[in-house]
């Protein structure tokens, strides 16, 4: 097995898991939903590396998460280091072993979550009955909760039947503004979770489809919405440029508006902020300030009390705390600590009204402690954001490989050892 690791040879991996279960490739087959001969063709290696057929298969066959990692990797698991005892199991595992397990996208959602919603990208499935408008504004507003309170892994589960319940009301209402904005909300939210829980292809194809729907409902608050998904993706993909294009088309689609409405003003705001986040991570210092500095004076234009949810309609509830929060970020992207820190200080949790935002302030501060040097203090953020939203630390895949880092990096660290055991 090592060997066949070693070699990258996935396929003979599944091959010899098979056989020591004693399966035919049929019972394979029939346990994964796919035919005997594209098991045959899986072990062969004829199918090239389809990530998300090996990963049913592997699941049906029970096959470890890190074993699998590793034959995608080509690099066999390590015997754990035993000099320091003390340390958590988490921390002494192999660094390529953990950055591989990442790599592969096993750590935050599982499989057979991940491959319906494949499957339901592909083909989306027939809902459980018919559902109004109203309904599915409601279950939008749930999942959104969800998404708030750091439920990543229900959230994503739950996705290929919120996206039936949106098509099916569409097919009700296919010449309604209204019901496209319902379903470009649904896409939105489907890619701000899998962008978190590092499902790139999968928040690719649904930030892709919020534009489409958004564009069909001509409402440019949707539309800014499915813009700022589809940054956020394209920022992910390494193309910060590009993604600061898109924001910063929907910002002046929102000032041709002329900014009547709250839900209209929260939403250049919001667009504003990720355009300035976006262009600090493309380098670009003066545009991404320039950002910041009109985000702040969009706040004056915000409403005194924001409302209690978002919805399809007001999908932004920004604060002048949350334009501060963006300012960390943004600092961080331009590789300025010194600034994202104190741009941060006066920040406290109860300025936010979600956990989600809560364990945000303490992520992006950890991201600027560490670019500082200071691991102490880092871990510290690291630990209260576990606190508020555990997910933000364990499924957030970027700041997951932050926190481990960290734990490999500082044994002795006060709090390593206790970060190392929630991750």
């Not at 199918?47 to 057929?53: P, R």
């Not at 039947?161 to 309604?176: C, K, R, S, V, W």
């Not at 608050?221 to 499915?226: D, E, L, P, S």
């Not at 364990?394 to 700041?399: G, K, L, V």
Request: glycine share 6%.
């Amino acid at each position: 097995m090592r060997s066949l690791i070693d070699a990258g040879n996935v396929g003979e991996v599944i091959r010899l898991a098979r056989e020591r279960r004693g399966w035919r490739q049929a019972d394979l087959g029939r346990a994964a939903c796919y035919s005997a001969a594209t098991i045959s063709r899986l072990e062969q290696g004829k199918t090239g590396l389809h990530v998300a057929k090996i990963r049913a298969v592997a699941e049906a066959i029970e096959m470890p998460p890190a074993l699998l990692a590793a034959a995608l990797l080509g690099v066999s698991p390590r015997p754990k280091v035993t000099v320091d005892t003390t340390v958590a199991p988490v921390v002494q595992e192999d660094p390529m072993r953990r950055r591989s397990l990442l790599a592969a996208g096993l750590a935050a959602v599982p499989v057979a979550a991940l491959t319906r919603l494949d499957d339901a990208l592909a083909l989306t499935p027939d809902a459980a009955g018919p559902i109004t408008r109203e309904q599915l504004a409601t279950r939008l507003r749930r999942f959104r909760t969800l998404f708030d309170s750091g439920a990543l892994r229900e959230l994503v589960t739950g996705l290929p039947a919120l996206l039936a319940d949106a098509h099916q009301a569409a097919g009700d209402a296919p010449d309604e503004p209204d019901t496209w904005v319902l379903v470009a909300g649904v896409y939105d939210l489907a890619a701000d979770a899998l962008n978190k829980v590092g499902a790139r292809e999968q928040s690719r194809i649904t930030a892709d489809r919020a534009v489409l729907y958004a564009e069909r409902s001509e409402d440019p608050v949707a539309q800014a919405a499915a813009a700022r998904s589809l940054g956020i993706v394209l920022r992910h993909e390494g193309r910060q440029v590009v993604a600061q294009h898109v924001t910063l088309r929907a910002v002046e689609q929102l000032e041709r508006t002329g900014l009547t409405t709250p839900a209209q003003a929260a939403a250049y705001a919001q667009t504003l902020c990720t355009t300035g986040y976006n262009a600090a991570l493309a380098n670009r210092r003066a545009d991404a300030l320039e950002m910041m500095a009109e985000a702040r004076k969009a706040a004056t234009r915000l409403p005194a009390r924001m409302p209690a949810a978002p919805t399809p309609d007001a999908p932004f509830r920004i604060t002048p705390a949350q334009i501060e929060l963006y300012r960390v970020g943004v600092y961080w992207g331009l590789g300025d600590a010194g600034a994202a820190i104190a741009a941060g200080e006066r920040l406290r949790p109860e300025q936010f009204d979600t956990v989600e935002r809560r364990a945000r302030l303490h992520t992006d501060m950890a991201r600027a402690l560490v670019q500082r040097g200071w691991a102490e203090q880092a871990i510290a953020r690291l630990l209260e954001a576990h606190q508020q939203a555990p997910s933000e630390v364990r499924d957030r895949t970027s700041i997951r490989n932050v926190a481990v880092q960290l734990v490999q990096q500082h044994r002795r660290v006060p709090g390593a050892r206790e970060l190392a055991a929630v991750l």
